[in-house]
């Protein structure tokens, strides 16, 4: 796999706003990302963590500053067309707070989606490469199993494998500890850290301070759509 070495910016965005009417949800928010590096997005519920995710992953338009993933850049406006996204579709995978896996497919088959669709994978190329995710992750064995049969903590996993499958160089979490109990937030952090080893870059959005604490490099603390500290 190909990384950019650590240290390389995966992630620069810089004075970022997003307003909603005439009430700012974020106002002048810059926050780097090395790839190689773990940072916690930190803040009380409503400070705009997940919007600075969406925004990034293109998933929501901003009103000013710059977001780059890579050589890829996003500006200010309604979000471009998806056949305009697939660089950073690509550069870029997103775990969402509940884990919405598709209710239809085995966990195999949703970590394989994409792969298969996106990048023209034959399904052996694809399941092959989702079972080294799934088992990276400890979750091979449920490969077979479909997301209501997965417990919270697996589906989350998959979730995670599902997001890596196009080998992006930035993955973005928000609240991924919010279902876990104290041994699988203990084990989420073990794999986000092995990622980071990889040479992946992640900003994980959480109010869980412990999980910040253990396995973050740095924390930016939002409050009120403003970075009000970083450590």
């Not at 710059?66 to 996003?74: E, N, Q, Y």
């Not at 896996?101 to 994978?121: K, M, Q, S, Y």
Request: hydrophobic share 50%.
């Amino acid at each position: 796999m190909s990384h950019a070495h650590a240290g390389s910016s995966a992630l620069t965005v810089r004075d970022l706003r997003v307003a909603r009417g005439d009430r700012a949800i974020l106002r002048d928010v810059s926050i780097d990302v090395a790839a190689g590096e773990i940072v916690a997005l930190l803040g009380a519920s409503g400070a705009g963590k997940s919007t600075v995710l969406r925004a990034v992953a293109a998933l929501q338009p901003f009103d000013a500053g710059s977001i780059a993933i890579g050589d890829v850049a996003l500006r200010p406006g309604p979000v471009p067309p998806e056949s305009r996204l697939r660089a950073l579709r690509r550069a870029v995978g997103v775990v969402f707070q509940s884990p919405s896996l598709f209710e239809h497919l085995t966990a195999l088959d949703n970590v394989t989606l994409a792969p298969i669709r996106v990048l023209g994978w034959d399904r052996e190329k694809a399941d092959s490469a989702a079972m080294r995710l799934l088992d990276s992750l400890g979750v091979a064995p449920r490969g077979g199993a479909f997301p209501r049969q997965l417990s919270g903590g697996e589906a989350q996993r998959v979730a995670i494998a599902r997001a890596l499958a196009l080998d992006p160089t930035l993955l973005l979490m928000d609240e991924p500890t919010s279902a876990l109990d104290p041994a699988r937030r203990e084990a989420l952090g073990e794999s986000v850290r092995a990622l980071a080893r990889s040479g992946r870059a992640l900003l994980v959005a959480t109010h869980d301070m412990d999980f910040a604490r253990g396995f973050a490099d740095r924390s930016i603390v939002l409050a009120d759509g403003v970075v009000v500290s970083e450590t």
